[in-house]
C-alpha cells in the first residue's frame, strides 16, 4: 500500500500569517504531486501541481518538492479566513494510481 | 459545459441491496477513479480505470464493483458485501498520465 501522510491539524494560523502544510510519501517511484482544497461538504479542488525538486509559486501558494526526502509541502501566504478548508495531499505513482493523504484542517482566524 | 456528473447527489440504501452510483464525463479524459471519504477522513481509492474495458483495484475495493464500457461513463456499484458504505463517494477523471484529477460533486450515500 502506497502510504501518503499529513497532520490531520487542526492546524490555526492568524489572518495574515504564513501556512505552512506537508506531506510525506512512501512510494519513491512517485512521479506527480498535487495540493488540493476542500470545503466541507464539497468536491476537492485542485490548488497546485508540482512534478520536479524545488519550489512552484503561484500567486499566495507555493509548493515545494524534495523526492529524496520524500517529502511535498505547501505555503499559503497572507492567509485570509476564506483560506479555512481542508487540504489534501495527493501523489500520483508511476502508473495511473492516484494517492491522497487524510487532510489537513487549516482554521484562519480573524 | 464539460465536467464531470455524479448522481444522484444524495442515496439511501436499505441493508443488504445493491445500488449503482452513476459518473460520465464529456472531458474526453482517459482515466477515471472512484474514492471514498468517511467524516474527517482524507480520500480512500476504490476503483480506477486507464482505458476502456480495464480497470484496477485501489485499497479499499472489497464490496464494490465498477464497469468501464465506455470512455464516459464508469459506474460504481455498492454490492451487500460492503458491511458499511454510509460514506461520501467522488468520482475523479484525469487526461493523461501525471495530470490533475478532476472530481464530480459527489454522492452521499446512507444505509438506513
Known amino acids: 500500500q502506497k502510504e501518503v501522510e499529513q497532520n490531520s491539524g487542526p492546524l490555526s494560523v492568524p489572518e495574515g500569517a504564513i501556512a505552512s502544510l506537508n506531506c510525506t510519501y512512501s512510494d519513491r517511484g512517485s512521479q506527480s504531486f498535487f495540493w488540493y482544497r476542500q470545503y466541507s461538504g464539497k468536491s476537492p479542488e485542485l490548488i497546485m501541481s508540482?512534478?520536479?525538486?524545488g519550489d512552484k509559486e503561484d500567486g499566495r501558494f507555493t509548493a515545494q518538492l524534495n523526492k529524496a526526502s520524500q517529502y511535498v509541502s505547501l505555503l499559503i501566504r497572507d492567509s485570509q479566513p476564506s483560506d479555512s478548508a481542508t487540504y489534501l495531499c495527493a501523489v500520483g505513482d508511476s502508473g495511473y494510481a492516484l494517492n491522497f493523504g487524510k487532510g489537513t484542517s487549516l482554521l484562519v482566524t480573524p | 459545459d464539460g465536467g464531470i456528473t455524479q448522481s444522484p447527489k444524495y442515496l439511501f440504501r436499505k441493508e443488504g441491496q445493491n445500488v449503482t452510483l452513476s459518473c460520465e464525463q464529456n472531458l474526453n479524459h482517459d482515466a477515471m477513479y472512484w474514492y471514498r471519504q468517511d467524516p474527517g477522513q482524507g480520500l480512500r481509492l476504490i476503483y480506477y480505470?486507464?482505458?476502456?474495458?480495464?480497470?484496477q483495484k485501489g485499497d479499499i475495493a472489497e464490496g464494490y464493483s465498477v464497469s468501464r464500457e465506455k470512455k464516459e461513463s464508469f459506474p460504481l456499484t455498492v454490492t451487500s458485501a460492503q458491511k458499511n458504505p454510509t460514506a461520501f463517494y467522488l468520482c475523479a477523471s484525469r487526461d493523461r498520465l501525471n495530470t490533475e484529477a478532476f472530481f464530480g460533486q459527489g454522492t452521499r450515500l446512507t444505509v438506513v
Open positions: 508540482i512534478y520536479s525538486n
Open positions: 480505470s486507464q482505458i476502456v474495458n480495464d480497470f
